[in-house]
Structures are given as C-alpha cells and as structure tokens.
C-alpha cells in the first residue's frame, strides 16, 4: 500500500479510479520549417487563424454551459486565444521566417508570456493562462486531444500536478469525484475553486502524479491522504460520506455553542453577486468584504459615484446585519494598476494593503466618502478596517480618517505579527479587530503563502500563529478594560472555514468568524457540540502542542463529531 499525504483543502471521503491529467503538448521542434514543396506561407497563416479560432469558439462555447464562477475564466482564456498579438506574432514567423505554424504558435506565446511576466505580480500569472492557450492552439493544429482535464464516461479522480484556471473551470462535477495535485498551496487557485465547489480535494501530494490511471484509490479530503489500498474499512467511510451528502447540512443563522454561547458566523465576499448567495445561505452578515477584488481590472482609480453604488449594492443584501468592508488591499498577489508600484523585489514585504496610502492619500479618503455615502443610503451596520496595520500610529490615522468621513465603526485587520503583539495599544484608538489569519501566518513563518512547496509552514494550526491569536484577544480585552465585548475580534481568513479550528479560535477568544458561505454549515454543526469551558480547554491544548500536525490532530481527537460528518 501506498500512502500519498498532501494538504486537505475540502473535506469527501471517496473511493474511485484514478485518471491522470492529459499530459502537457511536446514543444514542437526548435527551427522547424514549413515543407516550401508541399504548402505556402498564406496557407500556413490560414491553418494558424482558423486553429486560434477554434480554440476561442470551442472555450467560448464551453463557457455558456459552464458554471457561473466558471464562465469569467473560460472567457478570459477564450479571449487569449483571440489575441491578435499572439496569432499576429505567428503569422510574421511563418511568413517572415518559414517556421511552421506549431513552432511559429509556440514561439509567439513565448513572447507575450514574457511580456506578461516582466510585468509581475498579477499579469505574471497570467503566464500560465497564455501556456494553457499555447498548448490548446498547438494540439489543434496537430490534430490532437486538447490538454486538460480527460474525458471520461464513468466517474473519476482527477490527478495532477496543478490545473491552469481553465482546466478547473471545465471540471464537471458529476464526473470528478475529487481533485489531488502534487503541487498547488492551500490558497493556490485550484484550492479556492475546489472549495467553491464543495470537490473533495488535497494538494501539494507530492508523487500522485506517478499513480497509474484506473487504479482504485480512497481520497480523504480533510486528512490529506490519499491511499492506494481499499479495503472494507475505506469503502464504508465512502458509503457513509455519500449518505451524509444525500441530507447536507445547512446553517440556521444563528452560530452558538451547545450552552448558547454566542458566535457571529459571517461571509467573506468580494461582489454584490456574492453577497446575494452569502444572504441565501443565512451568513448573519459579512465578515469580509474584499473591495479590491472589483477594482483588479481597473486601470483608473474608481470615481466616488462608481464605487458607492457597488458598496450600496452589497449593503442591500444585509439590512440591519453587519457588513465588516476592508479598505482597498492593493499589491503583492492582487496588485491594483492605479495604487501599487510594481518594481518591487518583495512585494509581500512592500507598499501594500494599508500602506498604499501614505502616498495616495486620497484614494482612502474617497473610498471613506463612498462607503459612508452607502452606508447612509441602506440599513446595514457598515464597519469599515483597514489591512495590514503594523503600528498603533497607523490604526490612529485610520480611525481619525473614518471620523471624519463619518464612519463610526473603524477597525483594524490583525495580520502583521507586530499588531498582534501590541493589541492591546492597536485597539486603544480602534473599535474592533479582524485577524486575517492567511497573511498572518505567512509573515509570522515567514513563508510565502502562494508556495505549495512551504505548504506545512504555512498552516494556521501552527502554535506560533494561535499565540498571536490568543496575543491579539488579550490584548482586544484588556483594549476594553477587561470587557471582550468592547473590543470585539474576529477571524476572517480561512482558518475560521476549518470546523476544528473554529472551535480553537472560539476558545482563544474570538467573537466571530467570517468564511466562503459553503463553509457555514458543517462550522455551526461542530460549534453547536461543544460548551465555553470545552472550547477554552481545546484551545489550550492546541496551543501547548509543539507542531501544527500535533495541535490538528490532538484537538481532532477531542471533537469525535468530525470524525462522525466526515469533516
Ligand atoms: C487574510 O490575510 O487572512 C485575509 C483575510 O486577507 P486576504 O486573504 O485577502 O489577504
Ligand atoms: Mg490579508
């Protein structure tokens, strides 16, 4: 038997067959030359036009039947393969230099994935979406399969070694049982889809890759692991998950312990779209609302008027809730042309989030003015925080620029190690705190969240990540003169979506938590089994353990519920 262990990113317990990923195309050969004898260069040209169109149509045509959080990638990458740059660069190799269509196809994509990656950050991931186009334009011209995820008539599990946000976009569901990558991070792009869609699935598995298709494989999502010997033991675990799917849990709206200990369970969104499904599916508010996300595609900076109806639009789906907005959090993984620089040699360490402002204050100043602007318009309890506050002079400036802009409930995001350290003074001027336990786990491991390669290092469950957890609530609470509920702390990275580390977080003492609205169920159902003083004692074992892997796995052994919903 073999055992493959990776990092879990949705929960399943599933048994099938595996299918491997469609290998990537071979790069058609260096120098080749079309045969002067047999075709010309227009006719080449022609087989590179009607090859780049077929792919557009093809994705295009994919894209009306795909899911909705599908239909913007497919588009996108449709869109790429009708660039003109890229079919106009081919067409001047063929006809210029006598290179077939192939080489021709490959070396023009070549030139604009080096455009794209010189200009960094978010363009630079771009690369892997003009490779993905790369491939398809080069397999149609040869006649071949396209690359991607495999067709099949029977349900499958996906291997492979990371899927290009098309491959993702085209997973169906009902064909793919779970989805295991040997590389990817937790935060990678194939992780928040799979999520998205509830798809059993781990990544960073080193070695799946090696497993031969069609053979029997057991998948469970929340441990990680992967196994290739089924027995009874992993058939019934999978007899019993898929049972458990048939009554899925939902979430009442009301988050508490078993004693009625109360615990706000909201959503992150980053749209009204999202807000609309976090509303259906009973969030008691929004935890997290990533304003950047509107903006990523905006050259200009956004006008007052623009950005108040998009605020306004959220803030109708909460009436009377809380909706916790972020202020813009521009750079490193989502740069924003009109705040960040983009000629940093770290930009995770650089001017980023909060820090954008100091020399574009008055972006701030208008995105204040259009949230309170919405905020007057609607009935939601808008709290407006800013991201990556480091210093208690920071928080100050915030808040005084909230007060003048009207907003009476300014707060700060927890995700720089100092601030966790220093709450007690960071909540002094501001009125809550929000830990976004994804930056702060890479700043306090200092491991690039992005990397599936420092996947273990990057893990919320490490214990010196829960210590600044637990830093940042002692200081909230001595903040309120010893009342938490004065300066109330929540979580709104992922870690608040994972049920067993909810309830450590709960008993570190954290008001609230703010996850993808899929996640509320199966969080409720485990808070709901255990009482104020179990979830302080969990929350101290966790904490005394010397690795992440040990505080998992001793506080798994403490809530027998997961093991009962699969989770
Ligand atoms: C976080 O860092 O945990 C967070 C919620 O912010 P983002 O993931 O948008 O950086
Ligand atoms: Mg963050």
């Known amino acids: 038997m073999t055992e493959y262990a990776g990092v879990g990113v949705c929960a399943g317990r599933v048994v099938g067959p595996v299918l491997a990923m469609a290998p990537p195309v071979s790069e058609p050969e260096q120098g080749a030359k079309f045969d002067k004898t047999a075709t010309t260069a227009e006719a080449e040209a022609e087989r590179i036009k009607q090859a780049a169109s077929a792919v557009r149509d093809r994705l295009r045509e994919a894209s009306k039947n795909a899911r909705v959080e599908a239909q913007a990638i497919l588009q996108a990458t449709a869109g790429m393969a009708a660039d003109p740059s890229l079919r106009k660069g081919a067409v001047k190799l063929v006809t210029e230099s006598g290179m077939t269509a192939e080489r021709a196809v490959w070396e023009s994509a070549n030139t604009v994935a080096e455009k794209l990656a010189a200009m960094g950050d978010y363009m630079a991931e771009r690369v892997n979406d003009i490779n993905d ?10 006649g071949e399969q396209p690359p ?21 976009a085209l997973l169906d569901p009902e064909k793919v049982l779970a989805l295991v990558t040997s590389g990817g991070g937790p935060q990678s792009h194939t992780a928040i889809l799979a999520r998205t869609l509830g798809l059993p699935a781990i990544v960073a598995a080193k070695g799946v890759t090696d497993i031969d298709s069609d053979t029997l494989v057991f998948v469970d999502g929340a441990a990680g692991t992967l196994t290739t010997e089924v027995g009874a033991e992993e058939r019934q675990k999978a007899e019993q998950w898929k049972e458990l799917q048939k009554n899925p849990l939902t979430f009442d709206g009301d988050g508490r312990l078993s004693d009625g200990y109360k615990v706000q369970l909201l959503a992150n969104i980053g749209s009204a779209k999202d807000a609309k499904k976090a509303a259906a599916a009973n969030a008691e508010g929004v935890g997290l609302f990533r304003t950047e996300f509107l903006f990523l595609d905006s050259k200009e900076e956004p006008t007052l008027k623009e950005q108040e109806k998009q605020y306004s639009d959220v803030f109708a789906e909460f009436p009377d809730r809380k909706v916790v907005v972020r202020t813009l959090d521009a750079g490193a993984d989502k ?3 009109f705040l960040t620089v983009d000629d940093e040699p770290n930009p995770a360490l650089g001017v980023r989030g909060y820090r954008t402002h100091d020399d574009n204050p008055a972006v701030l100043t208008t995105q204040l003015t259009a949230i309170a602007r919405a905020a007057f318009f609607n009935k939601a309890e808008v709290w407006v925080m800013a991201p990556m506050i480091a210093t208690v002079g920071e928080a100050k400036d915030f808040v005084s620029m909230c007060e003048d802009a009207g907003l009476k409930r300014p707060g700060v995001m927890i995700e720089v190690p100092s601030a966790a350290l220093c709450a007690d003074k960071v909540l002094g001027p501001a009125t809550f705190a929000s830990i976004g336990t994804n930056d702060l786990t890479q700043y306090a491991m200092a491991a690039d969240r992005m990397l599936g390669s420092l996947a273990e ?26 009342d938490p509920k004065l300066r109330p702390v929540g979580v709104c990275g992922e870690a608040a ?55 998992k796995e001793a506080v798994r052994a403490k809530l027998p519920i997961l093991e009962e919903l699969g989770l």
């Open 497 to 551: 979506g994972d049920p067993a580390l909810a309830v450590v977080l709960v008993g570190l003492g954290v008001a609230s938590l703010s996850m993808t609205p899929r996640s509320l169920p199966a969080v409720a159902r485990v808070l709901s089994t255990v009482d104020l003083a179990a979830v302080k004692e969990i929350a101290e074992l966790a904490l005394d353990q010397e690795s992440a892997v040990d505080a």
């Open 133 to 142: 186009v790369r491939g398809r334009v080069v397999a149609e011209l040869r």
């Open 148 to 168: 991607g995820v495999p067709q099949s008539e029977t349900p499958f599990i996906l291997t492979a070694v990371d899927l290009a946000p098309a491959d993702t």
């Open 335 to 337: 740069p924003l042309p």
């Open 457 to 482: 290092l990057n893990d919320p469950w490490q214990p010196g990540v829960l210590r600044l957890v637990k830093a940042t609530c002692d200081g909230a609470a001595v903040a309120g003169g010893g």
